[in-house]
């Protein structure tokens, strides 16, 4: 493992270089560092640059720009992990999204690209979805398990506004919901009627897994 490419990885997000990230990111993958090592150098920089945020040390279109730097870098992890993937069977059909309201998109996709290096076949609605796109969604395609994420405490409850706009479209039963993202606890998971939470996306596929096998 090359310790400074990832050490200049993470410096180049707190940069805002989203050039420079996404060659890092590949010089680091093409050096044989494990796709989650990569991920891990990305999320941990991400969170410096939000905890900056939240003590009033930086400003939002510095946030933006490093949030930028790291999504620029996302699709090279996020394809070597589909390579590593290889060409197992499905362990499941899942549709995630990040709920209306809400644009917050790494920790989402993330988890997506774990679940598709894990075996899972991922449709992946983006950011700001609408319920009814959720249970449009759910209604064609038939999926195993909905996932589910929320960043802001104002747009957590569209999470329950899912799970009931599914239950009213009779399409609730047999269908495993799993919520996650930082306005998300065990608690209110449980108080809306998912089915699991996760704090963490790794976690968030060992349940996953859980639920379709157990
Ligand atoms: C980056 C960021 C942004 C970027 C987002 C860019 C993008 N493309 O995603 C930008 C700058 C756009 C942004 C905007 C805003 N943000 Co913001 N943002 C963040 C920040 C710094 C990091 C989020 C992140 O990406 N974390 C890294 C990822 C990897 O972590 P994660 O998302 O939590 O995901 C992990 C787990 O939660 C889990 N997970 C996530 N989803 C799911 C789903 C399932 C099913 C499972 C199982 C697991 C799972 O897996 C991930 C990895 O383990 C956080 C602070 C923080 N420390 O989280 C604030 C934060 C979330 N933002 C916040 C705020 C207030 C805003 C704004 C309102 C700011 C403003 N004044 O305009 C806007 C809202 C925009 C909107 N409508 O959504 C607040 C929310 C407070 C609250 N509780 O409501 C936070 C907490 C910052 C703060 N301390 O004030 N933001």
């Known amino acids: 493992m090359d310790d400074q ?11 805002y270089d989203g050039d420079g990230a996404a060659a890092l990111a ?20 991400i969170r ?7 003590a009033g040390e930086l400003f939002l279109p510095e946030l933006v720009s490093a949030a930028e730097a790291t999504q620029q870098a996302m699709p090279i992890v996020e394809a070597a992990f589909k390579a590593s993937g290889g060409t197992r069977s499905s362990a499941g059909k899942v549709v995630a999204g990040t709920v209306a309201g809400d644009i ?14 894990d075996g899972f076949e ?3 609605l983006g950011i700001d979805v609408p319920v009814a ?18 960043l802001l405490t104002i747009t957590a409850q569209e999470q329950k506004r899912v799970i009931v706009a599914l239950g009213e479209a009779g399409l609730r039963a047999g269908l495993k919901v799993i919520v996650g993202g930082g306005a998300i606890s065990q608690p209110f998971a449980d108080s809306i009627g998912a089915d699991g939470y996760s704090p963490t996306a790794p976690g968030g596929v060992t349940l996953a897994r859980e639920l379709l096998t157990g």
Do not use: Y
């Open 5 to 15: 490419t990832l050490a200049d990885l993470a410096k180049a997000v707190k940069e």
């Open 26 to 45: 590949g010089r680091a993958l093409d050096a044989g560092t494990d796709p989650k090592a990569v991920l891990d150098v990305l999320t941990d920089a």
């Open 48 to 54: 410096e640059v939000g905890d900056a945020f939240g």
């Open 104 to 117: 917050h998109n790494i920790g989402k996709t993330i988890f997506c690209t774990l679940l598709t290096a």
């Open 122 to 124: 991922v449709i992946d």
């Open 133 to 150: 796109r959720f249970v449009d969604t759910v209604r064609e395609l038939q999926p195993d398990l909905v996932a589910m994420s929320a």
